[in-house]
C-alpha cells in the first residue's frame, strides 16, 4: 500500500461531522423507568471524576447527564479531557469540513454545536453490556445509541475503539452499567464517498476517477428512502404480539436507510498489473470485456453489445462495466460480508463448511461470492469469485470429498495490515481494500456461480444489511425486554425486492439465535399474504429451486408461482400446493432417521429427493442440540420434532437478461396467524444435480 494506506494504521481519519439522522436499531431511553438510586450512577461516577470533566459537559449539554443517572443498562465510554479537547481541536480546524469549522462557534467546549454534542453522547453509549472480556479477542462491533457501530480491536494487548481510542480503565461498575475511560474521543466518519475518496487519493486516485468518470459516484450517493410504516398484527401461536423494532418511535415509522459496498483496487494494485492512469483503465477495461457478450447472458439476450467509445456513463460501456461490478447494493463492513466461523454459538458451520454469501452487483443482473475458505490460514480471510473444482460435489461419503482443487484463489479483500483495520467507512457504506483485478469474466457464470447456490434472506433483501438489522442478536443488548420471541418487526413495504398482492401480511426478521436457520437466522410472515420476491440474478440455465422449512402443526398450507416480473400475470404454477403440517414421516414426505440406517440414507435420499424433499442441510442439522458439533457425533442429522426439511419446488429455465420472481400464496386464509419462514433459496443448476460423476455434498 502507499503513504495514505499507512497512515490509516497509525489514526483514523476524522470526518466532518453533521447531524446525524437516528437508526431505528436501538431503543431510546423510557423516561417512566426513571427510579431514585442508592448506589452510584453512571452520571454520578462520571462526574466525580476531574479527568472526565469535559465529557460530562458534553452529556449535561443534551440532558444526557439525566439518561446517565436513571434506570437501565448501559455501558459508557468515557474520554479523558485530553482526548475530548484533541478532537473538538481537529473538528474547528478540518479544512476540509462542508461547514466552516463543522458549525463550531469557538475552539472550545462552549463553542460545540447541540448536534455535535449529542452525536458524541450517543456515539460513546450504548445499551448493549461489554465488560473488558468480552471486548478482548472479539470482532464483534459496539452498536452505539447513535445507530452506528463502533468496531474492536485488540491485538495489541489492549482493547482499541474505532482504531483509536484505547481503553485505559475498564470495567468501573455502576448500579445502571458500566464505564469504560478511554484516552481519546472514539472517531466515527460522517463523510460521503466523494469526500472519501477524496481524502485517500494516494490510494485511490485512478478508482476514483473511473467512478466520476462513469457516473456511478452519483448513483452511491443516496442516502435514505424514507420512513415506512410498521404494521403490528397479533399471532395466537406466539405469546403476544410482534413488537416492532427497536427505535420505531410513537408514529409507528421506520426508517430505510440506502448503502452501499465498494471493493476498489488501490493504486498499488492497478500498477502491479501495468495499469498506471486512467486511460490504462480504460484500455483494460475495453480489453477484458470486448467479447462479453458471448459468456455475460444478459447482454446477448438483450441483444446489446460493448461500447468502447467514451460514454462512459452507458450502462453497456466497458469502464462502466468494470466500475459497475465493483459495487454492491448494501452497506457492509468486513465483519458481515460473511457469517463468520466464531461469530456463532448456533446451529451453523460444522466441520468443513465454509461461511459464504452471494451477492448482487450494479453490474446489470449480476452476482459475486464471498468466501471465507476453512483452510487459508487463521485470519479469517475473505475471496471474491474463489473458485475449485467440483464445489458443492463430493466424492467421500459424508464430506464435502476429495475432488476439489482450487483453480483460481479469488480477489482477497485486505482487512487488517500489522492488525489495524484498513477498511474505509462513508456515511452511506464502506470501501474495502482487494489484492487484486476484479472483473466478470467467463469463470464467473461458467465456473464460480456453476454450483448449489444457497442464498440467504438477508442476501435476498439488502435492507436489512445496510440498516444493521441482520446484525442484531439475541445476546447483544439491542432486543427490548417485551420483544416477542427476538423478531424484529418490519414495515410490510420495506424491501425493493417484495410486493404485496393485498394488505393483510405481517413481516418480520427473526435475529440471530437459537433458529435452526442458515446463518441462525431468517425471515416470517403472517396473515393472508399474497406476495412475491426477486430472485437473485443467476446466469441463464435450468436450476432445480429448492425452499427450506420446518415442519409443524401450526405451519402453512401455501403455492409457489414462478415469474419474469412482480405481475401477477406472468406467474406460473411451480410444484404442487405444498402443506408444511404434514409429518416428516408422512410417507408423502417420507423422511427417514439416516443415523439407523447402514448407507447413511442415501437410498432414503434418493426416494425423498423423488417425492420432492430433501433434508436439511447437514452445516446446521448435523449438530447435536447441547453440545453443539464434536468429532464423536457420528450421527447424520438430528431426530425428533425441530428438524428442518428442504422442498423441491421443481425446475425451471431462468434467464439472466430476465427479472425472475417467486410467488408465495396462502391457501388457508383463515388461519392468517399460521407463519411462514423465509430462511434461504437454493438455486441448483442441473448440471450439479444430474451430475453422473459425483454426488451433490450434505453441507
Given at each position: 500500500m502507499k503513504k495514505n494506506l499507512k497512515e490509516i494504521m497509525q489514526h483514523v481519519v476524522l470526518g466532518t461531522v453533521g447531524l446525524v439522522t437516528l437508526a431505528a436499531c436501538n431503543p431510546e431511553p423510557d423516561e417512566s423507568d426513571l427510579y431514585t438510586f442508592t448506589g452510584e450512577t453512571i452520571e454520578s461516577f462520571i462526574a466525580k471524576d476531574?479527568?472526565?470533566?469535559?465529557?460530562?459537559?458534553?452529556?449535561?449539554?443534551?440532558d444526557f447527564d439525566k439518561t446517565m443517572a436513571t434506570y437501565g443498562s448501559?455501558?459508557?465510554?468515557?474520554?479523558?479531557?485530553?482526548?475530548v479537547y484533541a478532537y473538538i481541536d481537529s473538528l474547528y480546524n478540518d479544512n476540509e469540513a462542508a461547514i466552516p469549522h463543522n458549525g463550531m462557534t469557538a475552539n472550545s467546549l462552549e463553542g460545540l454545536t447541540d448536534s455535535l454534542c449529542l452525536n458524541i453522547a450517543k456515539f460513546h453509549i450504548t445499551t448493549t453490556y461489554r465488560n473488558l472480556v468480552s471486548m478482548t479477542g472479539s470482532t464483534t462491533p459496539i452498536y452505539t445509541m447513535l445507530g452506528r457501530v463502533i468496531k474492536i480491536s485488540s491485538e495489541t494487548g489492549q482493547v482499541v475503539l474505532g482504531g483509536k481510542s484505547t481503553i485505559i480503565s475498564s470495567d468501573n461498575e455502576a448500579v445502571n452499567g458500566l464505564v469504560h475511560i478511554v484516552d481519546h474521543v472514539v472517531p466515527r466518519t460522517d463523510v460521503s464517498f466523494p469526500t472519501l475518496f477524496e481524502r485517500h487519493q494516494d490510494d485511490f486516485s485512478i478508482f476514483a476517477e473511473a467512478l466520476e468518470l462513469t457516473?456511478?459516484?452519483?448513483?452511491?450517493?443516496v442516502e435514505t428512502r424514507g420512513e415506512m410504516e410498521f404494521r403490528q398484527m397479533a399471532r395466537e401461536n406466539y405469546s403476544g404480539n410482534l413488537y416492532p423494532a427497536p427505535g420505531v418511535g410513537s408514529t409507528g415509522k421506520m426508517e430505510c436507510?440506502?448503502?452501499?459496498?465498494?471493493?476498489?483496487?488501490?493504486?498499488e494494485?492497478?500498477?502491479?498489473?501495468?495499469?498506471?492512469?486512467?486511460?490504462?483503465?480504460?484500455?483494460?477495461?475495453?480489453k477484458v470485456y470486448a467479447d462479453a457478450p458471448e459468456w455475460y447472458d444478459y447482454l446477448r439476450e438483450k441483444k446489446m453489445s460493448v461500447s468502447t467509445a467514451d460514454d462512459y456513463e452507458e450502462r453497456n460501456n466497458a469502464l462502466n462495466m468494470f466500475v459497475a461490478y465493483h459495487i454492491v447494493n448494501a452497506k457492509m463492513s468486513d465483519d458481515w460480508l460473511v457469517y463468520e466461523k466464531g461469530s456463532n454459538a448456533y446451529w451453523n458451520f460444522a466441520p468443513d463448511a465454509d461461511p459464504h454469501d452471494y451477492y448482487e452487483t450494479m453490474l446489470p443482473h449480476t452476482m459475486m461470492k464471498i468466501w471465507e475458505p476453512h483452510d487459508v490460514g487463521t485470519g479469517k480471510s475473505l475471496f471474491i469469485n474463489r473458485y475449485q473444482t467440483f464445489n458443492t460435489l463430493t466424492n467421500t461419503l459424508a464430506s464435502p470429498g476429495t475432488n476439489h482443487q482450487v483453480e483460481k484463489k479469488g480477489i482477497g479483500i485486505i482487512r487488517r495490515v500489522n492488525g489495524v483495520d484498513v477498511s474505509l467507512e462513508a456515511d452511506n457504506g464502506w470501501i474495502h481494500y482487494i489484492d487484486g483485478i476484479l472483473v466478470y469474466d467467463k469463470d464467473v457464470p461458467k465456473k464460480v456461480l456453476n454450483e448449489r447456490m444457497r442464498v440467504n434472506c438477508t442476501s435476498l433483501f439488502p435492507e436489512l444489511i445496510t440498516n444493521d438489522?441482520?446484525?442484531?442478536?439475541?445476546?447483544?443488548?439491542?432486543?427490548?425486554?417485551?420483544?416477542?420471541?427476538?423478531?424484529?418487526?418490519?414495515?410490510?413495504?420495506?424491501?425493493?425486492?417484495m410486493i404485496h398482492y393485498n394488505n393483510n401480511v405481517c413481516l418480520a426478521y427473526c435475529v440471530h439465535g437459537a433458529w435452526r436457520c442458515w446463518e441462525s437466522d431468517q425471515m416470517q410472515f403472517w396473515g393472508t399474504y399474497d406476495l412475491a420476491f426477486k430472485l437473485p440474478p443467476v446466469p441463464s440455465g435450468?436450476?432445480?429451486?429448492?425452499?427450506?422449512y420446518a415442519p409443524m402443526s401450526y405451519g402453512s398450507f401455501m403455492q409457489y408461482y414462478i415469474g419474469t416480473s412482480s405481475s401477477v400475470s406472468s406467474m406460473l404454477p411451480i410444484g404442487l400446493p405444498f402443506d408444511a403440517t404434514v409429518p416428516v414421516e408422512d410417507p408423502r414426505v417420507g423422511l427417514t432417521n439416516a443415523n439407523e440406517e447402514e448407507d447413511m440414507g442415501i437410498a432414503s435420499d434418493i426416494a425423498m429427493h423423488n417425492r420432492g424433499f430433501m433434508r436439511g442441510p447437514y452445516s446446521y442439522c448435523g449438530h447435536a442440540e447441547s453440545t453443539g458439533w464434536t468429532t464423536t457425533n457420528n450421527g447424520r442429522f438430528e431426530w425428533g420434532t425441530s428438524m428442518t426439511v428442504r422442498y423441491v419446488l421443481g425446475r425451471v429455465d431462468l434467464y439472466q437478461g430476465n427479472e425472475n420472481w417467486l410467488r408465495i400464496k396462502t391457501l388457508n386464509s383463515d388461519k392468517s396467524t399460521n407463519p411462514v419462514g423465509l430462511d434461504f433459496v437454493e438455486l441448483v443448476p442441473t448440471s450439479v444435480v444430474d451430475n453422473q460423476q459425483y454426488a451433490e455434498d450434505w453441507y
Open positions: 476531574e479527568s472526565l470533566t469535559a465529557f460530562n459537559y458534553i452529556l449535561s449539554r443534551v448501559y455501558t459508557c465510554f468515557a474520554p479523558v479531557n485530553s482526548g457516473g456511478l459516484m452519483d448513483s452511491i450517493l436507510k440506502e448503502g452501499f459496498t465498494i471493493f476498489a483496487e488501490s493504486d494494485v492497478f500498477e502491479k498489473n501495468g495499469i498506471n492512469n486512467i486511460n490504462d483503465l480504460i484500455a483494460y477495461a475495453n438489522i441482520r446484525s442484531i442478536a439475541t445476546s447483544d443488548g439491542r432486543i427490548p425486554s417485551g420483544f416477542d420471541g427476538s423478531r424484529h418487526g418490519i414495515p410490510a413495504k420495506y424491501f425493493k425486492n435450468t436450476y432445480e429451486i429448492r425452499v427450506v
